[in-house]
Each structure stands twice: as C-alpha cells, then as structure tokens.
C-alpha cells in the first residue's frame, strides 16, 4: 500500500491555479511534517513547501506569496494551493511526509504551466 498518493496536478495557462492534494494512508499522518517537493529534468528535486505537525509553515523564496501549503489531520490530507502561476513552475511535484527516520514520497503529480 502505498502511503502517499498525490493529486490535482494538470495542464494551466501562465497565471492559473492548481491545488495540489496528497492523501495518505496506512500512517500516522498527524505526527509527521508534511513537505512538498517539485523535480524537473536534469536538475535535483527542490523543497517548495513545509507545514509542520504543529501547523508552522515555510516556502521557498520562488513561490512565496503565490503558494499555500496545508493541512487537514482529520482527513489525512496535505494541500499545496499555487496560484498565480509561472512557466518555471512546471515539475513533478511530490508530497514527502516525514517524522524523525521515517520519511514517505508519493509518486508524483505532473504540473505543466504552458501558453
């Protein structure tokens, strides 16, 4: 069973939004600190986001003030909101769950801003 399954990523235009979703199963997702990586070819997967189990948050310096992350512990569910979006936002993103050794990766989510 795969514990992290992420959702909602797809084709938008320069300027749209997308809300990123990533549910998971089979842990204790309260307890972990959720984080959302982005990959694109040739280059190493970046942090994007991180909310904590106790709720704080931190974003990378290219998506601050247009991404949100969140979490909703009563359904299992992390949530990454982009708004505002850029060509240079197009990746894999991933979810990535993560509590003292144990760390969990979902399989990916493509996002494509194109014109």
């Known amino acids: 069973q795969v514990p992290l399954v992420e959702s909602g990523g797809g084709l938008v235009q320069p300027g749209g939004s997308l809300r990123l979703s990533c549910a998971a199963s089979g842990i204790i997702f309260s307890i972990y600190d959720m984080n959302w990586y982005r990959q694109t070819p040739g280059k190493q997967r970046e942090l994007v986001a991180t909310?904590?189990?106790?709720?704080?948050?931190t974003y990378t310096d290219s998506v601050k003030g247009r991404f949100t992350i969140s979490r909703d512990n009563a359904k299992n569910t992390a949530y990454l909101q982009m708004n505002n979006l850029k060509l240079e936002d197009t990746a894999i993103y991933y979810c990535n769950a993560n509590f003292v050794q144990n760390s969990h990766w979902g399989q990916g989510t493509q996002v494509t801003v194109s014109s």
């Open positions: 909310i904590t189990r106790g709720g704080a948050t």
